[in-house]
């Protein structure tokens, strides 16, 4: 996208939005900038791979792992919590 056409859009931004929805919106696009960035990543070489997975098995047969109750658990509490920060920026 072209810096002009970002710019307009700025401008917009700064007249339809009120501060606390500024904020709200600019760490929602930090947040997603920072997960594609990650997700930008070189891919493994198999030999990685196959490292990451006997990891992974040694993890488990030392009982280094969650239930699928934590992690659900842990979901809804993140879920939470970003209602939370969206009510209060709203």
Do not use: C
């Amino acid at each position: 996208m072209s810096e002009a056409t970002l710019t307009s859009l700025l401008e917009y931004l700064y007249g339809a939005l009120t501060p606390s929805n500024q904020r709200w919106l600019a760490a929602h696009l930090i947040e997603h900038a920072e997960i594609k960035e990650k997700e930008d990543l070189k891919p493994y070489t198999i030999e990685e791979l196959h490292e990451r997975i006997a990891q992974s098995e040694r993890d488990f047969a030392e009982g280094r792992y969650f239930t699928d109750e934590e992690v659900f658990a842990d979901l809804d509490e993140y879920e939470k919590q970003e209602e939370l920060q969206y009510d209060r920026a709203v």
